[in-house]
């Protein structure tokens, strides 16, 4: 295994300890540049700008995770800071929209708010279960909107999503879904399947994660506030590592949405431009994708939707006669009593315009009154081929130094290292357009590896407390690929 070595590096003194969740990169002012937040167990609030402490708050409580995105729904960047006595502060910045009024703020209307101080203000302010461990901002239920989804040391994961009173102007954080697992949770990623769905991986010991998949009607009432008590939600559990696993209790990392390589992870039940040109040349002839078990069921699905279609295609619907006498009509909404019955004979009349959708409404492909599509009458949009998801990997990695690269539950790849693994992160470090997993374990040894299993390794000179990796702007307008190490040394 080769080793590298990282010459440009920049260190702060941090005091208080760092939790392992408690340090993100990302851009919390939306300036288009990404900074560094750190957070400490004496309630102190970092921001990293540059070279130079961009922002501090004090008094916090003892911060044991944040996230970084857009928790509020307005297309701008929030920071959420929770603390362990179940505190959670919500940061924004003020050149952006106030999330609770959707006004700017005075300092962004007069121009006066100073680049060193001063530059995020503490929107919001909640009480939560205590014992978060970790937090993220994500779209767990494919609606278009962000929920924040927290996991206890109890065992639990929550989900909330900002709900606003544009009267009042003001908002809060509602709780949607409660999920309990069967053990500690490791961590918690975003993966979306080959159809696209967004699914919750939560990491369980041994190698093993728990899938949770949300639907968008989940957590809603009519008012969109509060979920029901009956809510459910798609839950199972995977055991794919636990044979590789020397100890079934280890803790457990996982990743999620890795960027595939192209040639490598091609596009499920489609292809690529290349091998598009070379078909039409007669050079190449590729074999049939294989077919996934979601696509055959949703596929199976379709043929038998389009036959049912086809035979209610043939139902017509009865016309009421003008001489139906007044004594045949409801009282009360005016319907001709009886006038609206399929009939035995299927009377060959003409279709009834209702609001009431019918066949044609369902089909993308106008249907004649045979019942067979016309292809004349095929509009541009019919004829768009029908969209394909990259199926993505995902990542996992045990404390007993096991590392394994899955694709649809199944083992792409594993390794084995000799060291203790409590941190997994992706980024681009080559920049070739996919992902690598970026590996730290507790005495400093960092291992970089791509998704062909080819590995390097950095040493970091000291024992590691937390890590993150993430491309940090240096410079305005150039984000640099860089790892983040807390040590016990406040450092």
């Not at 260190?11 to 851009?27: C, T």
């Not at 990623?189 to 699914?199: A, F, K, M, R, Y």
């Not at 067979?372 to 009458?377: A, P, T």
């Not at 203790?420 to 400093?444: H, K, N, P, Y």
């Amino acid at each position: 295994m080769r080793a590298v070595n990282f010459v440009h590096r920049l260190r702060w003194p941090i005091k208080g300890n760092v939790f392992r969740d408690g340090l993100a990169i990302g851009d919390v002012d939306n300036d288009g540049n990404n900074e560094l937040v750190i957070g400490t167990s004496k309630g102190t609030l970092h921001i990293f700008k540059g070279r130079e402490i961009w922002h501090k708050t004090t008094g916090l409580g003892s911060i044991t995770c944040l996230a970084i995105g857009d928790v509020f729904n307005y297309g701008r960047n929030a920071l959420v800071v929770i603390c362990g006595d179940g505190w959670v502060h919500i940061f924004y910045s003020p050149r952006s929209v106030h999330p609770k009024k959707g006004k700017k703020s005075k300092s962004e209307k007069t121009g006066n708010f100073d680049q060193k101080s001063g530059k995020m203000e503490c929107v919001h302010r909640q009480r939560i279960p205590t014992n978060t461990k970790i937090v993220l901002v994500a779209d767990i239920d494919n609606d278009g909107s962000n929920e924040m989804i927290i996991g206890l040391t109890d065992r639990v994961v929550r989900s909330y999503r900002w709900s606003s009173n544009a009267d009042l102007g003001t908002g809060q954080l509602i709780g949607l879904n409660k999920w309990e697992c069967a053990n500690q949770i490791g961590s918690i990623t975003l993966q979306h399947n080959s159809d696209g769905t967004p699914t919750l991986l939560v990491a369980q010991p041994g190698g093993t994660f728990m899938r949770i998949k949300c639907s968008a009607d989940e957590g809603r009432s009519d008012n969109e506030s509060v979920q029901s008590e009956g809510a459910t939600s798609s839950i199972d559990y995977q055991t794919l590592g636990i044979s590789r696993m020397r100890n079934p209790n280890i803790s457990t990392e996982i990743i999620g949405n890795l960027e595939p390589m192209e040639s490598s992870m091609p596009v499920v039940g489609g292809k690529d431009e290349k091998n598009r040109e070379d078909e039409k040349k007669g050079e190449v002839k590729q074999a049939p994708p294989v077919e996934s078990q979601a696509a055959a069921r949703k596929r199976s699905i379709d043929v038998d939707l389009e036959k049912n279609l086809r035979e209610f295609a043939k139902l017509r619907v009865a016309q009421p006669t003008p001489e139906a006498s007044a004594a045949e009509v409801d009282q009360i909404d005016g319907n001709i009593i009886g006038g609206r019955v399929i009939s035995g004979e299927f009377e060959n009349s003409p279709l009834k315009n209702t609001l009431l959708p019918g066949i044609k409404d369902f089909s993308k492909k106008p249907i004649d009154s045979s019942g067979q599509k016309d292809e004349k009458s095929l509009t541009k949009d019919d004829s768009v081929e029908k969209k394909t998801y990259k199926s993505k990997p995902y990542g996992l990695a045990t404390l007993d130094g096991t590392i394994m690269l899955v694709k649809d539950e199944v083992i792409l790849w594993a390794m084995h290292v000799d060291q203790q693994i409590f941190a997994l992160s992706r980024l681009d470090v080559t920049g070739d357009g996919a992902d690598e997993m970026i590996v730290c374990t507790w005495d400093g040894q960092t291992y970089i590896l791509d998704q062909k299993r080819n590995c390097v390794r950095f040493q970091f000179q000291e024992p590691v407390r937390s890590f993150c990796a993430g491309n940090y702007s240096l410079v305005p307008g150039i984000a640099t690929p860089s790892f983040v190490y807390v040590t016990f040394t406040n450092k």
